[in-house]
């Protein structure tokens, strides 16, 4: 078996180039529309991404749906710019300016690779992360971060411990940006990333 993914959309342009358009669509085994997540049955799938921007009122919902999902030991991607502190328990989220202009003015955003013998920097590298973050995470006791800002906190971490599934949580938002066509590294991280998230081991609790 392979690892079957499936991520929601939202209906907006960017959503639709990341998941639709042929640089990427092949990574997707299926695309949910939010709207009818309640009617959607997620046993077909290992991984969930929850993409960059998606309204929090939408997933506020179906908490019980994404618990259950983690409860069975599969992998739940929450990307940047979706209130997951709302619908998911656990997550600590903190706001922080947007510097969107840092590579303007000369200066840096302060990121830096906490675990850089992570598979997924196989894949990608700092600079492939680096564009800009909405808000930091306080990571969870056991619990990986693989790139923070500062001494604030994390913007990406990976959480095998505290469900018996695995949350991949980030603050970075590449969806938004490719599916907006600017920004570059948004589209080298997405290069890297969902191959990654592919290649991993399919859920022993799937339905084949």
């Not at 000369?106 to 700092?126: K, N, Q, R, W």
């Not at 906190?153 to 970075?172: A, E, K, N, Q, W």
């Not at 066509?181 to 084949?208: E, I, N, Q, V, Y």
Request: proline letters at 7%.
């Amino acid at each position: 078996m392979t690892h079957r993914i499936a991520a929601l959309d939202s209906g907006t342009y960017y959503h639709h180039r990341t998941l639709y358009e042929p640089r990427y669509r092949d990574f997707f085994d299926g695309v949910i529309y939010t709207r009818e997540l309640g009617d959607t049955v997620l046993e077909d799938y290992d991984t969930l991404i929850v993409s960059c921007r998606t309204d929090p009122s939408v997933l506020r919902p179906h908490r019980e749906k994404f618990r259950q999902f983690l409860e069975s030991g599969r992998t739940l991607v929450i990307m940047g710019s979706t209130g997951p502190a709302e619908w998911i328990s656990g997550i600590e989220w903190h706001f922080t300016p947007t510097n969107f202009w840092w590579w303007k003015e000369g200066g840096s955003l302060g990121l830096h690779v906490t675990a850089p013998d992570h598979p997924l920097f196989d894949h990608i590298t700092l600079a492939d992360a680096t564009w800009h973050h909405h808000g930091h995470l306080i990571v969870p006791d056991g619990a990986v971060s693989l790139i923070d800002v500062g001494d604030l906190g994390s913007v990406l971490y990976d959480d095998t411990v505290t469900t018996p599934g695995r949350m991949i949580v980030t603050t970075l938002d590449p969806m938004y940006h490719h599916g907006s066509h600017f920004m570059p590294a948004t589209t080298r991280f997405l290069d890297g990333f969902l191959p990654w998230l592919k290649g991993m081991k399919p859920s022993s609790t799937r339905r084949p």
